[in-house]
């Protein structure tokens, strides 16, 4: 452990070296390299984790890093983990197959477009467009199936590079898109290649950092069942170029997860009973004192007792997830301990989330404003933060309210999304007569 740790820290030397001078990279390649021989991809993962803790680089500054380690790793960590078709894992490298295939398609029409236009290459290249907009999906599943859990196992920054290179190639599918949208063919000729050679490079990049850096350290971390439920994640978020076959292979976790408060309040509820008469007996023997006992939130009929009523666990899920808005709850401790289910939440929220950082639920670029307003309801210098932004056809309302208790105590932070387009059209009065 001694040495394995020691050549972390040699190696953690060796990049802060070569950061700090860029005329040392020729020199230092070959004692970063075989330093970086007799390293796991999860040791790599913990070196860039430290060093961004420890030094205080950028998400920007490590992604230039890791590119450097990249370069030096190919020829030792060029084998792909071997999985079963089922596995996130595998069905990810399948996607990055297929949308590394359309990347290149779309470079080479884009290169023929400008050299010889015609009406079909145009509409082909309109086709693929709509096409890679669906990487979206693909993303989605990385950052709320696969990041919360290798998180959860400590490595924090390598996720985060992974998200921060997704924006910039949201940024870039984004700007193509409107140019083909506005049939801009003078763009599509000054910028078109740049842009879709650029994007070409920077997943092939990505890619071979997933592959061989991300995916391995998830596989040494993550135990299977967590893969069974990232694969559940997988199926509700929806897949953009390659299909995997439907597995069985959760049936007995879907059982598990069906006695759940989650799934069968009605199973709990009778768990929850039998508790309080096992707890009332055990009081009339004396194993117990009623001090011990009274701060349960649970009546006798096992409902949940709040200062102005009450609720059986069934009623208030069913109650939270009927609500008109969406609502996130963060606890004190930046963790996300709840978030509503309604049929048509505007942002995306896996269960996996659960227990995850905050922080870590945003894009990089986002992140020193969600600490600065954490920081704020903290100290007690305001009690909300108000935003709001347009969706498609949605303009959506999104606030964040510090939780406090009667003391005044900082308990989490409230987080409600709402459509207020149909609001906003809303004139004159209806009143309640109007339904007779």
Same mark, same amino acid.
């Given at each position: 452990m001694a040495e394995i740790f020691n050549k972390r820290e040699y190696l953690k030397n060796l990049i802060r070296r070569a950061d700090k001078n860029p005329e040392e990279l020729e020199r230092l390649k070959e004692e970063i390299k075989s330093v970086i021989k007799e390293l796991k991809p999860v040791e790599i993962a913990i070196v860039e984790n430290e060093l961004a803790r420890e030094d205080g680089i950028s998400v920007e500054r490590i992604r230039e890093i890791c590119d450097v380690h990249l370069e030096l790793m190919e020829e030792f960590l060029n084998e792909e983990p071997t999985v079963e078709p089922w596995h996130p894992i595998y069905i990810s490298m399948k996607e990055h197959e297929k949308i590394l295939e359309m990347l290149k398609q779309l470079k080479e029409l884009v290169h023929t477009a400008t050299k010889s236009p015609s009406f079909e290459t145009f509409i082909a290249i309109g086709k693929l467009t709509e096409e890679l907009k669906k990487i979206e999906l693909h993303f989605q599943k990385q950052e709320y199936g696969i990041f919360p859990y290798v998180e959860k196992y400590g490595v924090e920054q390598p996720p985060k590079v992974m998200w921060s290179e997704h924006d910039t190639m949201r940024t870039m599918i984004k700007e193509f898109a409107k140019i083909i949208e506005n049939r801009d063919v003078e763009r599509l000729k000054t910028e078109g290649v740049n842009i879709t050679t650029q994007l070409l490079e920077m997943f092939m990049m990505h890619m071979h950092k997933e592959n061989h850096i991300l995916f391995p350290t998830a596989l040494s971390l993550?135990?299977?069942?967590?893969?069974?439920?990232?694969?559940?994640?997988? =199926? $509700?978020?929806? +897949?953009?170029?390659?299909?995997? /076959?439907?597995?069985? @292979?959760?049936?007995?976790?879907?059982?598990?997860?069906?006695?759940?408060?989650?799934?069968?309040?009605?199973?709990?509820?009778?768990?929850?009973?039998?508790?309080?008469?096992?707890?009332?007996?055990?009081?009339?023997?004396?194993?117990?004192?009623?001090?011990?006992?009274?701060?349960?939130?649970?009546?006798?009929?096992?409902?949940?007792?709040?200062?102005?009523?009450?609720?059986?666990?069934?009623?208030?899920?069913?109650?939270?997830?009927?609500?008109?808005?969406?609502?996130?709850?963060?606890?004190?401790? =930046? $963790?996300?301990? +709840?978030?509503?289910?309604?049929? /048509?939440?505007?942002? @995306?929220?896996?269960?996996?989330?659960?227990g995850r950082k905050v922080q870590n639920c945003h894009p990089p670029k986002s992140v020193h404003i969600v600490e600065k307003i954490l920081r704020d309801f903290k100290s007690g210098k305001r009690d909300n933060a108000d935003f709001w932004i347009k969706l498609g056809e949605k303009y959506v309302l999104i606030r964040y309210f510090a939780v406090r208790n009667e003391k005044g105590e900082y308990l989490g932070t409230l987080e409600v999304t709402q459509d207020i387009a149909p609001i906003q059209k809303i004139t004159g009065e209806k009143r309640i007569y109007d339904e007779e």
């Amino acid at each position: 452990m001694a040495e394995i740790f020691n050549k972390r820290e040699y190696l953690k030397n060796l990049i802060r070296r070569a950061d700090k001078n860029p005329e040392e990279l020729e020199r230092l390649k070959e004692e970063i390299k075989s330093v970086i021989k007799e390293l796991k991809p999860v040791e790599i993962a913990i070196v860039e984790n430290e060093l961004a803790r420890e030094d205080g680089i950028s998400v920007e500054r490590i992604r230039e890093i890791c590119d450097v380690h990249l370069e030096l790793m190919e020829e030792f960590l060029n084998e792909e983990p071997t999985v079963e078709p089922w596995h996130p894992i595998y069905i990810s490298m399948k996607e990055h197959e297929k949308i590394l295939e359309m990347l290149k398609q779309l470079k080479e029409l884009v290169h023929t477009a400008t050299k010889s236009p015609s009406f079909e290459t145009f509409i082909a290249i309109g086709k693929l467009t709509e096409e890679l907009k669906k990487i979206e999906l693909h993303f989605q599943k990385q950052e709320y199936g696969i990041f919360p859990y290798v998180e959860k196992y400590g490595v924090e920054q390598p996720p985060k590079v992974m998200w921060s290179e997704h924006d910039t190639m949201r940024t870039m599918i984004k700007e193509f898109a409107k140019i083909i949208e506005n049939r801009d063919v003078e763009r599509l000729k000054t910028e078109g290649v740049n842009i879709t050679t650029q994007l070409l490079e920077m997943f092939m990049m990505h890619m071979h950092k997933e592959n061989h850096i991300l995916f391995p350290t998830a596989l040494s971390l993550i135990s299977e069942d967590e893969f069974k439920q990232i694969r559940k994640t997988f =199926d $509700e978020i929806g +897949y953009c170029c390659y299909f995997p /076959e439907p597995t069985d @292979l959760e049936k007995t976790q879907e059982k598990v997860s069906k006695d759940t408060p989650s799934e069968n309040p009605a199973q709990i509820e009778k768990l929850l009973k039998a508790y309080n008469e096992l707890k009332s007996l055990l009081e009339e023997m004396g194993v117990l004192s009623q001090e011990s006992t009274t701060a349960s939130p649970l009546n006798s009929q096992g409902r949940i007792n709040l200062p102005s009523g009450s609720f059986s666990i069934e009623e208030l899920t069913y109650l939270l997830n009927t609500l008109p808005i969406d609502i996130t709850f963060v606890d004190k401790n =930046d $963790e996300v301990r +709840y978030f509503s289910e309604g049929k /048509e939440r505007i942002f @995306l929220r896996t269960r996996d989330v659960i227990g995850r950082k905050v922080q870590n639920c945003h894009p990089p670029k986002s992140v020193h404003i969600v600490e600065k307003i954490l920081r704020d309801f903290k100290s007690g210098k305001r009690d909300n933060a108000d935003f709001w932004i347009k969706l498609g056809e949605k303009y959506v309302l999104i606030r964040y309210f510090a939780v406090r208790n009667e003391k005044g105590e900082y308990l989490g932070t409230l987080e409600v999304t709402q459509d207020i387009a149909p609001i906003q059209k809303i004139t004159g009065e209806k009143r309640i007569y109007d339904e007779e």
